[in-house]
Each structure stands twice: as structure tokens, then as C-alpha cells.
């Protein structure tokens, strides 16, 4: 095993960067802890041309840590669960193969859990293009820049508040084929509260956490329930404020490219632009992370 150089391209934004590195290929010890010193750096990062088997992807999230094996059992690989299929494409009984409405509301994957997500590595098989250009862009937004950018006055107001996440709140498109969820997998996802600034856990930074599309209400410092209008309108308003596009990220993708995104720290939107015949297919792995603080 080789020692690798990494070559790095910045994305002209807010955050994201490029890594030139063949994850095919083995990776030391070290040089994994300089990537993911640059991911941490990024908040997001992306690998193009790459040609992963489904046990090469697995391997490399899990490096990162637990991965996690999504609620929706509909859409996992029957040979490896840890892969959760986000697709548009129909099989032969006219039936989603993956999650059609995947990331159509801006969110952070998993946040409704105890111990959210990590990261998120999302592998493209197949993107839609249209007229040559390519469709279903992913924007991410930095949720450390926008905290830093508040008042100080917020800042203050908001430490020590929690947001109550609700997964069954998360807003689909109409007529999503996504299947409902059953009593039991309901009660593996009830309500939680995460601290609305939470440390990141690796560099310690602060950070917006909270999101229009899955938060219901605000627990104040005393452990009192903020009145629900006006918890609702605090957390539409940190909402826009992270995904103001001095902190967003709009990326276009290609066959091949593996992007990785922090959940810790980032936000994010799947644009839906394109529809059948145009054909999207993506593999996910997540990684469990700890939980916020």
C-alpha cells in the first residue's frame, strides 16, 4: 500500500472541493486521516471518474464509521442493505426501484434519529441529461458559515435550545411512492430534540441545526415549550437564513462521481428537474454519528 499526494480543487463557494484519489485503489492509514482532515475542512467533497464496485463503496464508508441500514427496507440491495437505492426508475410492474423523492426538501439526513447521520456518500450510476446538460443537481448549504454570520444577539437567544425533529413530517412530492411507514417503524423514530447550535463533533465548530422541513416546535433553555407559532416562524427563519446562496453549494453531477457530505454541518436539495424517460439512479451508504451536542 502507497503512500498517496492529494490533490485538492476548491469549489468557487461557501464550501465543497474536489479530491483527485481512485477510491478502487487501497488507501493508508494516514492518507485516509489527511482526507478526511480535507472533508472536515469542505463539508462537502466529491470524487470524480471513479468505478466502485458496491463492496468498494461499502468499505470506504464504513471506514468512516457505523453505516446505517435505512427504514425504508423497500429500497436496499437484498445483497448489501448498507446501500439504499435513490432512484427515479420504474421496474417491469411499474414500481420505484429506489426513493423517488429523496432530498426534495431541504433537510440533513437523518436528524430525526437519537444519533444522526454522520456523512452521506452518494455514488451516481446514472444521471438525466436533457438537450446535453445534466439534470438533478444537489445544492448544499453551510450551516457553520450561516450560525457565524448571525447576530450576536441570536447567537445568545438560540444557545442552549433544542429543536424537536419528526421524521413523518418531512414534506414528499405529491403522490410520493414512497411506502408509509408502519406502526413499528414509527415507533423506531419518535420525536427528538437536538440542540438548534450544535458542536460539531470532530472539530468543534458551531453550527446550525435545524430545518423548516422536519422541525415542529422549539424547547427553550428551562426546558419550557416555546409557543408553537412562534417556534415555527424561528425555525423558518433560520432556515432561509442557512440556505442564503453566499453558503450554498450547487453541484452538477457526472457518471462516477462520489460526493460526500457532512450532516454535522451542512444542509441540503435535490433538484428535481427531470422525469422518466430521463433516468436517475444513485447508491447511498450513511454513517451513524454521535449524538449532537
Known sequence: ??????????????????????????????????????????????????????EQHIAFSRRLG?????????????????ILLVSNIKNDAGEHIGLADAGFTWHSDTSYRKNPSR?????????????GKPLGDTVFANCIAAYEALPDAMKRRLAGTKAIHRY????????????????????????????????HPYTGRKALYVTAG???????RDGEQMPEDEALDMIAELDAHCVRPEFC?????????????????AMHLAICDYTLPERRLMHRTTVI???PI
Open 66 to 82: 457505523e453505516l446505517e441500514i435505512h427504514i425504508v427496507k423497500k429500497y436496499l440491495l437484498p445483497e448489501d442493505p448498507e
Open 289 to 291: 454519528g454521535p449524538e
Open 168 to 199: 413523518s413530517m418531512r414534506r414528499r412530492v405529491d403522490n410520493s411512492p414512497r411506502p408509509k411507514l408502519t406502526a413499528a417503524q414509527l415507533a423506531e423514530t419518535p420525536d427528538i430534540a437536538h440542540p438548534i447550535v450544535r458542536s
Open 119 to 131: 456523512c452521506s456518500l452518494l455514488y451516481a450510476k446514472e444521471v438525466p441529461h436533457r438537450d
Open 249 to 265: 453549494y450547487r453541484h452538477s453531477w457526472r457518471i462516477g462521481d462520489l460526493v460526500m457530505w457532512d450532516n454535522a454541518s
Open 1 to 54: 500500500m502507497q503512500r498517496m499526494a492529494i490533490p485538492v480543487r476548491k469549489c468557487d463557494a461557501a464550501l465543497g472541493a474536489e479530491i483527485v484519489v481512485d477510491l478502487s485503489r487501497a488507501i493508508d492509514d494516514r492518507t485516509f486521516t489527511e482526507l478526511e482532515g480535507i472533508f472536515h475542512d469542505n463539508i462537502v467533497v466529491f470524487f470524480r471518474d471513479q468505478h466502485l464496485t458496491n
Open 214 to 220: 422536519e422541525c415542529i416546535g422549539i424547547v427553550l
